[in-house]
T-cell receptor
Framework: GESVGLHLPTLSVQEGDNSIINCAYS??????FIWYKQESGKGPQFIID?????DKRQGQRVTVLLNKTVKHLSLQIAATQPGDSAVYFC???????????FGTGTRLKVLA | DGGITQSPKYLFRKEGQNVTLSCEQN?????MYWYRQDPGQGLRLIYY???????QKGDIAEGYSVSREKKESFPLTVTSAQKNPTAFYLC?????????????FGDGTRLSIL
């Protein structure tokens, strides 16, 4: 099976509860942030993004919060479902640069 | 459906052998990237390409080579000089190298040593 998720922090939540996954980013110049979901054996899938001129952005069942003061990003998933079980990681990027910097990820386990 | 196709899904390399991983996109993206994913680590950039016939080394380019002869294609060769090639390799693309857009990823190739 896919071994990408080994040694990752794990968040276990009951089905139907809300999940909060956190990410600390490293570059003060970063002004664009992305959350990805990666299922076992697959490539990362885009969930939601946010630019630094915003503090909060909402999608379908997901919300991203950005705190530039402490360089912190969070992903909130409402009413977590079994299909949400995956590894979630954040990415940051500074405008005008080519480089995306990726976090190591958090494994989300949804308990029935 | 538009997307990125990586092949093969699994690849085995013998010692001293070069192997090539395929990446094709039909998203009309200019920029393409190759990443290596190891357990417990964030994605690490191997090579990137802004445009056809141009590519640049990323953070861990040693032991790898690429070409960009067509906009749609960005193959990665893992050479025998790469002493620890066992990993999950991901190809990605975006519209422009410096645009703030999410990268689109393929479903990866898992490379193992025989």
């Amino acid at each position: 099976g896919e071994s990408v998720g080994l040694h990752l922090p794990t968040l276990s939540v009951q089905e139907g509860d809300n999940s909060i996954i956190n990410c600390a980013y490293s570059n003060s110049a970063s002004d664009y942030f992305i959350w990805y979901k990666q299922e076992s054996g697959k490539g990362p899938q885009f969930i939601i993004d946010i630019r630094s001129n915003m503090d909060k952005r909402q999608g379908q069942r997901v919300t991203v919060l950005l705190n530039k003061t402490v360089k912190h990003l969070s992903l909130q998933i409402a009413a977590t479902q079994p299909g949400d079980s995956a590894v979630y990681f954040c990415a940051e990027k500074a405008s005008g640069t080519y480089k995306y910097i990726f976090g190591t990820g958090t494994r989300l386990k949804v308990l029935a | 459906d538009g997307g990125i196709t990586q092949s093969p899904k699994y690849l085995f390399r013998k010692e001293g052998q070069n192997v090539t991983l395929s990446c094709e996109q039909n998203l009309n993206h200019d920029a393409m990237y190759w990443y290596r994913q190891d357990p417990g680590q964030g994605l690490r950039l191997i090579y990137y390409s802004q445009i056809v016939n141009d590519f640049q080394k990323g953070d861990i380019a040693e032991g790898y080579s690429v070409s960009r002869e067509k906009k749609e294609s960005f193959p990665l060769t893992v050479t025998s000089a790469q002493k620890n090639p066992t990993a999950f390799y991901l190809c990605a693309s975006t519209f422009g190298i410096d645009s703030n857009q999410p990268q689109h990823f393929g479903d990866g190739t898992r490379l193992s040593i025989l």
